[in-house]
């Protein structure tokens, strides 16, 4: 049991709207691992994560998505995320009239039993605690989500969101763009509180910078060029990148 | 003759007046002749493109209710669905129960009796204050001759409510009024009238309610208010009616100098159900919100159809309607802001916006504006869309299923109007309603 990956990914390949994105793509993540993904713009990285947590305009063409033993590509984008995959989105949507503690209490309820009701009490202190390992004001609570929220602001609501949801593989889509170093700080910091709190949780962060990497650190560290991840390694790879860039990988590797 | 029929005519007219004082056996009698020499509207008027009454209103098949309806009943013989609706109707100023066209209740804070204030049934009132319904009752606020309907329900009002706050009285808890229809084949014909004198304060809620049908109830309520300088008057009308029933809100709001008039229309209920609200803007300083939300389901129509006449200069009024649709459901808007010569600094704004959730429905709108003013701030929006997927895949990426997502959409896209609406209490009420109707299948 132990030594069934939580993602297994092989030879996938996706398409949206008629394009294919993800050319033969081949991931694996184990239990309590810490992946990054880096890549230039437009190499595919938000179609995979958006494919991940089930969105249904990115559609699988070929390969295999194997959570925990399962074949994820099976699943509805809410079953996933109740059984634990959550993405942390690169561009939160605005749900205009919809405060964060009423997502969250609607959220948390979906993944109880039919006949099980929300414990508000229970809630709410768990809601409190993340907010202030997040440092964020309570007032947040009730404004409506990702409405009118600086690019920071989001970000960091968007941890806040996965911190109440307990994922089992988080899909960070550049959550530490935008942020400010305190911000970044704050929020490596929840997420290695969240590691601490479940050591088996698989993180897969992909982002453009090394920096977040020092503060939350990488077992693994990929690089994805043209919907392929192109080479692996440790987090070495992430300072290379940072001083070289993706001149090396400009021609397809063998691909 | 259009319009007539063997149960309303000009003879019902006569004995529902039989023991009436002659002025209001004049009034009902010129209502109806107004009423008959009033063309049915069709389809062909621009306030009723999209609701054809000749299709829709089974009038000629409906009777009036009984004519010794009780004057009273005890709370445990009223319908559970009323019993449930006035269950955290305690937090208020007075309590008013009106079922099928006659009031059965009535209760008023003694504290509030003492400083004049009237809560009442027309019936009584016509005893009580009949100078005072002789001056406002069908007159400068809602006359038979705003319209044919106005016109009939002035004719053949069995009872309804008359509130009254004298100068400078501050009412700070609602007045409760819940009425219930219980009467398949029937129409039923309510007035309300409110008058809140200079630098008084008043709140409202009428609740409309009834069964499921399977033939037509015809509900028609005429509401008339009155705020004169500097009274604060907050109107809300939740309409929750069965199945089969066909509503029809007549509304004509005047507000003097400095007043402050605010409707709050949820619309939920019925089969058919128009409002048609006129706010009038007559005194320098005057403001009126005037929210709306709607939630229409399979096989209902709304019509809702508005008006902000801005007649004195310096004067505001905000409008704000929002309303979902699933199902094979239709709603209508059209309002128009007339703003009028000499009406200088005026503040108008208008917005629309239609949440459609299933490919059966369709939403209608259609805002106006007529300004013969040159120094004024005007404006109107009209939006008719669907769910965001983008918004839903977020939601669903978080746990929701596509229902649950769905809900919480709509629920913040109605939220908005309620937000807007400054009594605490009544928001929380609405809030349950519409909980209760997301929750509904
Ligand atoms: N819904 C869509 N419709 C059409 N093209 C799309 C869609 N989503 C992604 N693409 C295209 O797929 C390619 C990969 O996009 P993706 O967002 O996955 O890149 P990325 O690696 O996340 O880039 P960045 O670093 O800029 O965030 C791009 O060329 C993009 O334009
Ligand atoms: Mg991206």
Redesign the interface.
């Known amino acids: 049991m132990s030594d069934i990956p939580v993602l297994s990914i092989k030879n996938l390949h996706a398409k949206v709207a008629d394009i294919e994105i993800l050319r033969g793509l081949n991931l694996e993540l184990k239990k309590g691992e810490i992946h990054a993904i880096m890549g230039p713009n437009g190499s595919g990285k938000s179609t995979l994560a958006k494919l991940l ?5 990115y559609e699988a063409t070929s390969g295999e998505v194997v959570y925990k033993g399962k074949d994820l590509l099976e699943m ?3 079953e ?3 059984e634990g995959v ?2 942390a ?1 690169q561009y ?2 605005e ?4 405060s964060i503690a ?3 209490r ?2 948390v309820q ?2 109880l039993a039919e006949d099980e009701e929300v414990d508000l009490f229970d809630f709410q202190d768990d809601l409190v605690d993340r907010m202030e390992l997040l440092e964020m004001d309570p007032s947040f609570a009730e404004r ?1 989500v990702n409405d009118g929220f600086s690019g920071g602001e989001k970000k960091r609501g968007e941890i806040l ?1 996965l911190a109440m ?1 307990n994922p089992s593989l988080a899909l960070l889509d550049e959550t530490d763009s935008g942020l400010d170093i305190d911000a970044l700080q704050i929020v490596s910091k929840a997420i290695n509180v969240m590691r601490e709190k479940d050591p088996d949780l698989a993180v897969l962060i992909i982002t453009h910078y090394q920096r977040v990497l020092n503060y939350v650190q990488p077992d693994f560290v990929h690089v994805m060029v043209k919907g392929a991840i192109v080479e692996s390694g440790g987090p070495e790879v992430a300072t290379r990148l940072e001083e070289q860039g993706y001149e090396e990988f400009r021609v397809p590797a063998g691909a | 003759m259009e319009g007539v029929t063997p149960a309303l005519n000009q003879e019902a007219v006569k004995l529902l007046a039989a023991n009436e004082p002659d002025w209001l056996r004049e009034r009902r009698l010129h209502a109806w002749s107004v009423y008959e020499r009033t063309p049915l509207p069709t389809t062909r008027l621009e306030e009723w493109r999209y609701t054809d009454l000749s299709r829709t209103l089974e009038l000629d098949s409906l009777g009036l209710p009984p004519r010794e309806a009780p004057r009273s009943l005890a709370v445990d013989r009223y319908p559970e669905r009323l019993r449930n609706a006035m269950e955290k109707d305690w937090d208020a100023s007075g309590h008013l129960v009106e079922m099928d066209g006659s009031v059965v209740h009535t209760d008023l804070l003694d504290d509030l009796r003492r400083q004049g204030v009237v809560l009442t049934s027309l019936q009584e009132a016509v005893e009580t204050h009949e100078e005072f319904l002789r001056e406002h009752l069908a007159t400068e606020v809602l006359p038979p001759e705003t319209g044919k309907f106005q016109a009939l329900n002035a004719a053949l009002w069995t009872d309804g409510i008359l509130l009254i706050v004298p100068k400078g009285v501050q009412v700070e808890l609602p007045a409760r009024i819940s009425r219930w229809t219980s009467e398949a084949g029937r129409a039923f014909f309510s007035r309300t009238l409110i008058v809140a004198e200079e630098g008084s304060r008043v709140s409202y809620v009428d609740e409309c309610l009834s069964d499921d049908f399977d033939r037509q109830s015809f509900v028609s309520t005429g509401v008339e208010i009155l705020a004169r300088d500097g009274a604060q008057v907050q109107y809300v009308s939740l309409q929750r009616m069965g199945r089969g029933a066909f509503h029809l809100s007549q509304q004509r709001t005047l507000a003097l100098r400095d007043a402050t008039l605010d409707t709050l229309n949820v619309s939920l209920g019925a089969s058919v159900a128009r409002v048609d609200l006129n706010a009038q803007l007559l005194g320098a300083g005057a403001n009126s919100d005037m929210l709306g939300l709607y939630f229409a389901g399979d096989d209902q129509h709304f019509d809702h159809n508005t008006r902000q006449d801005h007649i004195a200069p310096n004067t505001r009024s905000d409008l704000l309607y929002k309303g979902a649709l699933e199902g094979r459901s239709r709603t209508v808007f059209r309002g128009i802001i007339k703003v009028y010569e000499g009406a200088q600094r005026t503040d108008a704004y208008q917005t629309n916006r239609n949440l459609i959730l299933s490919d059966h429905a369709r939403a209608d709108s259609l805002p106006n504006l007529e300004i013969a003013a040159d120094d004024v701030r005007c404006s109107h929006g009209a939006t008719v869309g669907q769910l965001d997927e983008e918004v839903l895949f977020y939601l669903m990426s978080r746990g929701l299923d596509r229902r649950q997502a769905e809900r919480l959409v709509v629920r913040g896209f109605l939220g908005e109007v309620l937000a807007k609406f400054p009594l605490g209490g009544v928001v929380a009420k609405v809030s349950e309603i519409i909980e209760q109707r997301l929750g509904a299948d």
């Not at chain 1, 749900?95 to 919809?98: C, D």
């Open positions: 947590a089930g969105h249904p305009a509805e984008a809410d996933r995320a109740r959550l993405l989105f939160p949507v749900i205009p009239g919809v009423n997502f969250l609607t959220a979906a993944r409506p969101q949801l």
